[in-house]
């Protein structure tokens, strides 16, 4: 089981945090996306930290048609937005999430960086040295 470290805006994360965002969106995933594996996230600029996780629920592949038509809601974001996203994508997939923890204090990028961090695009696994940092936060 890897770790996975997922890139979020502030704007999505807090959202998840509060219980508004059960899922998130991505246009692709790595092997590792499994139900049952932990997801450490990574609030992008301007926050620049690890501030949570998250379980993996289940992963679905669906048509960006049905995520549009079914599942915006849920995603928190614009159909403006979500549809640039996805513009020339067929299939798009969509990451439920359980067991969502909100770390307090954060791990600030600076500190990261002391363990080998480069903040993702999309997303990265742990590596063991930051995995033993993450495993504390809990």
Not at 5 to 28: T, V
Not at 57 to 63: A, F, G, Q
Not at 94 to 119: D, Q
């Amino acid at each position: 089981m890897k770790d996975i470290i997922l890139s979020i805006k502030p704007c999505f994360s807090s959202e998840i945090y509060s219980g508004n965002k059960p899922i998130e969106l991505r246009k692709a995933i790595g092997k590792e996306f499994i139900a049952g594996n932990r997801v450490f996230i990574y609030s992008s600029s301007p926050v620049k930290a690890i501030d949570g996780c998250a379980t993996i629920k289940k992963i679905e592949c669906l048509s960006v048609k049905e995520i549009r038509e079914r599942l915006l809601p849920l995603a928190k974001i614009s159909i403006e937005s979500f549809d640039d996203y996805y513009r020339d994508r067929e299939n798009g997939y969509v990451i439920w999430l359980s067991k969502v923890v909100k770390f307090n204090p954060a791990i600030n990028l600076t500190e990261l960086r002391k363990y080998g961090f480069s903040a993702p695009q999309s997303f990265s696994y742990a590596k063991a040295n930051l995995k033993s940092v993450l495993e504390n936060l809990k």
